[in-house]
């Protein structure tokens, strides 16, 4: 049912994709996408520290990567991550969005016409509201949406602004948004494959 | 809603059409994530019932389009942008054209001219400007404009002048223009081996015996087709031994002429035509 999740992060985020990526087996059937804002200059430090902190592969997207299941793709410092329609990743140097390059909206608004709603979108921590219009779109296309309780949040303007533009399907406390997203994909998998 | 989507995509690839059959502007080969958005950004702002109103207003209204025209050429740029880049540059490029007694230099996109200016300083301060013809180009007439002119907003100098220091500049930055109260005028001597003209990597041909292509963070638009498509072009345009110079998330290594290239610094995309 679903082919891929989409991950929107700013202030505080690195702890809270830490803790989500962290309860995900190595082999998660679905390639996850992330936009965590950062400063510009920031090469690939975030890659580091969450590939040492969770079995799934992390790395950057690459221009022109074909995505693959059970991988974690970064957007690049100072670039906008966008998807296309055969699943390969495009690079922008369009100016900022909502104050934000990457942003996580150009994102999941690729994402969502890429997938059409095929997606489980989730946002977590972030002084800003990013996301919010991405996450508006997701939820019209069908798509299924996460946000972080804005109460175990460092920053809660994100997920709060993502709770205000759509009715999103669960707000979870942080701990439980990384088990929960692996129960909702196991379950969605079996339904489409009843005899494996 | 997902039909809606479907529905786009067919006006897209019309819209697309339409505007090469009007006006030459061939956008059928940009990765369409991007188009698309800049296509809706517009239809938003302009509150058009659909891609399709657009496509009418569009074949209509010349000024309209070169409108659009702007929405879809993305000219975001700077001075010494990747400052690293331009260090390699000096340390790994400069030191070889050092050794040939006349240059052609040839910016592919060169959008408001930040990055040509850039280049002017570096090769003032080699001692190179003096034999060095440098080409620049874009399909944008409207940013080729502001390129002439060499006039950059006065916010974004300080920005440029930490860059300038990072990617190895020797003198003092403000050398080089003179600030307005808004604005800074770049120096009138670094202009006067530059020539700026209008170019269509899409569509139009070879540029002949360069010593150095850059072509930075124009590539990231194309599709696959396109890219091979202005990487051969680049790759008949250079002489042997010529530097070839892409953006920082470019790579050769996917295209067709790739095997044509040596690595010459490969963190900064910096890469040499074999013999
Ligand atoms: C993001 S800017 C890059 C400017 C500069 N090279 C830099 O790296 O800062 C991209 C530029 O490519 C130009 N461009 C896009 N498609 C082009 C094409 N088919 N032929 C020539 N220029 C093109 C745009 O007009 C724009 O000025």
Known sequence: ?196 | MIEDIETQNIELQLLLQAIYLKYGYDFRNYAKASVKRRILHRLNKDSFANISAMQHKLLYDVNFFETLLLDLSINVTEMFRDPSFYLALRQKVIPVLKHFPFLKIWHAGCSTGEEVYSMAIVLKEEDLYERTQIYATDMNEVALKQAREGIFPINRLKQYTINYQKAGGKESFSDYYAAHYDHAVMDKSLKENILFSDHNLATDGVFGEMNLILCRNVLIYFNRELQNRAIRLFSESLCPTGFLCLGTKESIRLSEDSEHFEDVVKEERIYQKKH
Do not use: W
């Open chain 1, 1 to 196: 049912m679903f082919e891929a999740v989409v991950i929107g992060s700013s202030a505080g985020g690195i702890k809270a994709l830490t803790y989500v990526l962290s309860a995900l087996p190595h082999e998660f059937p679905l390639p996850i996408i992330i936009v965590q804002h950062l400063h510009p200059n920031s090469d690939s430090y975030l890659t580091k520290i969450l590939g040492a902190k969770c079995g799934l592969l992390v790395k950057q997207a690459d221009e022109k990567e074909t995505i693959e299941r059970g991988i974690v793709y970064l957007a690049p410092p100072n670039y906008h991550l966008l998807i296309e329609e055969d699943h390969t990743f495009s690079l922008s140097l369009e100016g900022p969005v909502n104050f934000a390059r990457p942003s996580v909206d150009v994102l999941f608004e690729s994402a969502l016409f890429a997938y059409r709603g095929k997606l489980i979108g989730i946002i977590l921590t972030g002084a800003n509201h990013d996301g919010a219009q991405g996450v508006k779109q997701i939820k019209s296309a069908g798509g299924y949406i996460i946000v972080q309780d804005p109460a175990t949040a460092e920053a809660e303007a994100m997920p709060r602004a993502a709770i205000v533009a759509a009715s999103v399907d669960k707000i979870l406390p942080l701990d439980q948004i990384g088990p929960y997203l692996l129960q909702l994909v196991n379950r969605s998998q079996s339904r489409r494959h009843p005899f494996e």
